[in-house]
């Protein structure tokens, strides 16, 4: 065996062990959303994203206007922005 073989087997297991060891840990914790998000009336969520205190929730309208709605963990309304095209 040369030493070239040696270091490419070495490496290959180093990658198995590695990916082993990544894909045993819980990789994020579940999206804990609220039981209900109501949305203001004739708006369809598009989009939903979360980040450590909030809960961002895109919507469009029969008009076709979008909106990003900003909420708190437990739904209540914190911020709206309008998206201009």
Known sequence: MTVLTATM????LTIVVMFVIKFMVPMTKPL???????????????AITQGL???G???????GIERI????????????ISITP
């Open 53 to 55: 205190d909030w809960i």
């Open 69 to 80: 709605h900003i909420l708190n963990l437990n739904g209540t309304p914190r911020q709206v």
């Open 9 to 12: 087997i070495l490496g290959l």
């Open 32 to 46: 804990a959303l609220p039981a209900a998000i109501a949305l203001p009336d004739g708006q369809t969520a598009t």
């Open 57 to 63: 929730v895109v919507t469009t309208d029969a008009s």
